[in-house]
Structures are given as C-alpha cells and as structure tokens.
C-alpha cells in the first residue's frame, strides 16, 4: 500500500469514542475505479471491544472500505496499518456470499477452514457459540440460509483473529436470525474482539454497535455512537440521523 501525506479533510468529524486500543488504522484512503472516485481521503480507527457498523446508500463504498481495510484491495492512495497482537490470523472475514463446499457438514466446513489456517479447530465450541451446535453432522446444502449465514460468522471467527470484518451479515435473513447475528457480534466484541460490520438494518446497528460510520459522498459524513449522533442531530433513532446525514432530513 502506498503511503500517503493527504490531509484530513475537514468535513469528516474527529473521533470522540475509542472503545478500546487501536487495532487497525486507515490514514488518507482514497479509492478510485478507473475513472470512478469511491473514497476520498477517509481516516477510520477501528478500537478493540467494540462493535464499529459502517452504514450508506448502496453503491457509497461500504464493501471498498471493508476490503481496504482487510488488506484484500490496495487503495489508490492512503495506508491502513494493523496494530493489535502479532498472530497468524489479525482478521477475519465475512463476505456478502461466503462459499462452502456443499458436500461437508457443518463441523466439517469448519475442520476444513482451520485446518487451511493450519489449526485445530474446537468445532463443537466454535458451532455453539452460533447457536449451530445441534447442525454440527449436516451437509452444508441441507442448511436454511440463515443457519449458512451463521456457519459464515462461526468460520470468520475461526483462530480468533483480533479484528473481524462482516460484511452485511443479516442480509436476507429473518428478524430472529438477523438479531441473532447481531448478539453475537456484540458477544464477541464484549470479549475484547474489534468488529467491523456493514449494514442496512439501522435497527439492529441502532441497538449493538458501540460506533457508526455514515459513509455518504465519498467520505465519513458522521460518525459517533448511535447516542451521540441522535444527540448531535437533534433526532430519536438512527433511521433519522442517517435521513438528516444522507438526505439532508427531506425525505
Ligand atoms: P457499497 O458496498 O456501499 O454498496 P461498493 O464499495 O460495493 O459500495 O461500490 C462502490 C462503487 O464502486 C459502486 O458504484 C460500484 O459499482 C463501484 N465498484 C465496486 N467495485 C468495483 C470494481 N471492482 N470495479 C469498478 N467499479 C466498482
């Protein structure tokens, strides 16, 4: 990644409230596809112990932030460094369409993964903390979507890696599975794990995550916990601060 003396541009608000240390460090990233500018000179910290949602309009640069900040796209400019503990796995990831092989069971998948990672992996543990505990000997193709969604979150937290990064992890699943994704998110965090997690559902980033960034135009256009932006914007829920921040409070 390229170093980068860009300056932080000053509609993007400082940040108030660090939960914990520093895992990762985004300086001056900006991200440009061919012609298309995405980012613009964005500054993020993502803090241990808490749950960091980065919430926009499609198409804002939610999935480019989240891939910059893995280390799995070089930014056009800008660097991020990791600095939590020195471990084989600093992040985990899970993808919007996290793949598996059909064929293995749910233990098996994560077998399978740690071992990959050159890890034994506790698959009784890692499947109960999703609540999959009882799925554990069924094929991955005989899981509801929901359950595969959880099976994605138990294989990003495989090796415990410091910071997990997810990527809209209730998409399309139903309230009770789209909570359950969120407390578990939260449960890790509250372990001392930084998490990062894109989202539309600003019910649930509204009620577990400890810090949010609204990207809008290229850029952080608020960030904060959910009460200090309802604070700042003078509104009740997270629905109206991303209406005032994203639509200018005219829709
Ligand atoms: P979000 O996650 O907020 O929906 P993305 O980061 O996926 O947004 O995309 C931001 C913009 O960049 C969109 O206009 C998208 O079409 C474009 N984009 C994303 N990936 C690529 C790519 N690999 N090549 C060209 N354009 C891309």
Avoid: C
């Avoid at 997810?166 to 001392?192: C, K, Q, V, W, Y």
């Avoid at 629905?239 to 639509?247: E, L, P, S, T």
């Amino acid at each position: 990644m390229t170093e980068t003396t860009t300056p932080t541009e000053s509609r993007q608000p400082a940040e108030r409230t660090p939960a914990g240390e520093s895992m990762l460090t985004a300086t001056g990233i900006t991200h440009r596809y061919g012609e298309l500018s995405v980012l613009q000179s964005v500054d993020v910290e993502i803090p241990s112990g808490a749950v960091t949602a980065v919430v926009g309009p499609n198409g804002t640069g939610k999935t480019t932030l989240l891939r910059i900040l893995l280390g799995q796209l070089t930014p056009s400019e800008g660097s991020v460094a990791y600095t939590g503990p020195a471990v084989d796995r600093p992040i985990g990831y899970l993808p919007q369409q996290p793949s598996f092989r059909p064929q293995f069971t749910a233990a098996e998948t994560l077998a399978f993964y740690g071992a990959l990672l050159g890890r034994e992996v506790d698959t009784h543990a890692a499947l109960d903390r999703v609540g999959l505990a009882d799925a554990a000997a069924r094929p991955v193709d005989a899981l509801s979507g929901g359950m595969r969604r959880l099976l994605g979150i138990a294989q990003s937290l495989v090796g415990e890696p410091p910071v997990v990064v997810f990527d809209e992890p209730a998409s399309g699943l139903d309230p009770s599975m789209s909570t359950r994704a969120f407390e578990i998110l939260s449960e890790r965090a509250a372990a001392g794990t930084a998490i990062v997690v894109s989202s539309h559902d600003l019910g649930l980033v509204e009620r577990f995550a400890d810090r949010v960034l609204v990207v809008h135009d290229g850029v952080i256009a608020a960030r904060g916990s959910p009460r200090e932006l309802m604070a700042e914007t003078e509104t009740e829920s997270l629905w109206d601060v991303y209406d005032a921040v994203v639509h200018g409070g005219n829709q």
